[in-house]
């Protein structure tokens, strides 16, 4: 691993946790989510349903109360999710553009975003951030919850997580273990992270 590819593996892991503090600070304000005490108790119900599973009832999955208190867990959830969205939006595409294309990461260790055409555009930076942040994907879980009842639900929405989660370790890989170390995101938007002239100014 090339000390570029080291530098953005860290540089993303600060980004996450940074993202991750903000996101969970904004899930806490009662106002923004109005559904607050039924994610509560949909939340309590899915624990105990959740230990019934671990020890070893794995029939319950497939119950109907399970999957309604799944469904109910992330319909009551919409608004913090909604949130969220935003927020990874507001931070990898609006703060991220208006920093000479870096994030709090990326600044720390001296990378940025770059394009084939000199400067990132605003839709170049969008488009990257929806594929590499896996937003598309929850998009489509929230509008799952308008299209389907809690029966259909829950396979949508874990046939969602795990491609999700197939997609971002692939992408990872191909941006550690490729030759340009260009991901899906990048190959997609025409960009790249490049090292930093002048510290990024």
Same mark, same amino acid.
């Given at each position: 691993?090339?000390?570029?590819?080291?530098?953005?593996? +860290?540089?993303?892991?600060?980004? #996450?946790?940074?993202?991750?503090?903000?996101?969970?600070?904004?899930?806490?304000?009662?106002?923004? /989510?109005?559904?607050?005490?039924?994610?509560?108790?949909?939340?309590?119900? #899915?624990?105990?349903?959740?230990?019934?599973?671990?020890?070893?009832?794995?029939?319950?999955?497939?119950?109907?109360?399970?999957?309604?208190?799944?469904?109910?867990?992330?319909?009551?959830?919409?608004?913090?999710?909604?949130?969220?969205?935003?927020?990874?939006?507001? #931070?990898?595409? =609006?703060?991220?553009? $208006? /920093?000479?294309?870096?994030?709090? =990461?990326?600044?720390?260790?001296?990378?940025?975003?770059?394009?084939?055409?000199?400067?990132?555009?605003?839709?170049?930076?969008?488009?990257?951030?929806?594929?590499?942040?896996?937003?598309?994907?929850?998009?489509?879980?929230?509008?799952?919850? $308008?299209?389907?009842?809690?029966?259909?639900?829950? #396979?949508?929405?874990?046939?969602?997580?795990?491609?999700?989660?197939?997609?971002?370790?692939?992408? =990872? =890989?191909?941006?550690?273990?490729?030759?340009?170390?260009?991901?899906?995101?990048?190959?997609? +938007?025409?960009?790249?992270?490049?090292?930093?002239? /002048? /510290?990024?100014?």
């Amino acid at each position: 691993m090339d000390s570029l590819t080291f530098r953005r593996i +860290c540089a993303y892991a600060i980004d #996450y946790i940074f993202i991750i503090l903000l996101t969970t600070m904004v899930s806490g304000i009662r106002f923004l /989510n109005p559904s607050y005490d039924n994610y509560v108790s949909a939340y309590n119900d #899915y624990a105990l349903m959740y230990e019934e599973v671990m020890d070893g009832n794995l029939d319950a999955v497939n119950s109907d109360e399970f999957k309604n208190i799944y469904y109910n867990l992330d319909k009551y959830s919409v608004s913090v999710s909604f949130s969220t969205i935003v927020i990874y939006l507001l #931070y990898f595409v =609006g703060f991220q553009k $208006w /920093n000479h294309n870096q994030t709090l =990461g990326k600044k720390a260790f001296n990378i940025s975003v770059t394009s084939k055409n000199k400067k990132v555009s605003i839709l170049q930076m969008l488009f990257r951030t929806l594929i590499i942040y896996n937003i598309i994907f929850e998009v489509l879980s929230l509008l799952a919850l $308008w299209i389907f009842d809690a029966n259909v639900y829950l #396979y949508v929405d874990m046939a969602l997580t795990f491609i999700a989660g197939i997609f971002f370790y692939i992408n =990872g =890989g191909i941006v550690i273990f490729s030759k340009k170390h260009l991901g899906i995101h990048d190959l997609i +938007c025409k960009t790249e992270v490049k090292e930093c002239a /002048n /510290n990024g100014n």
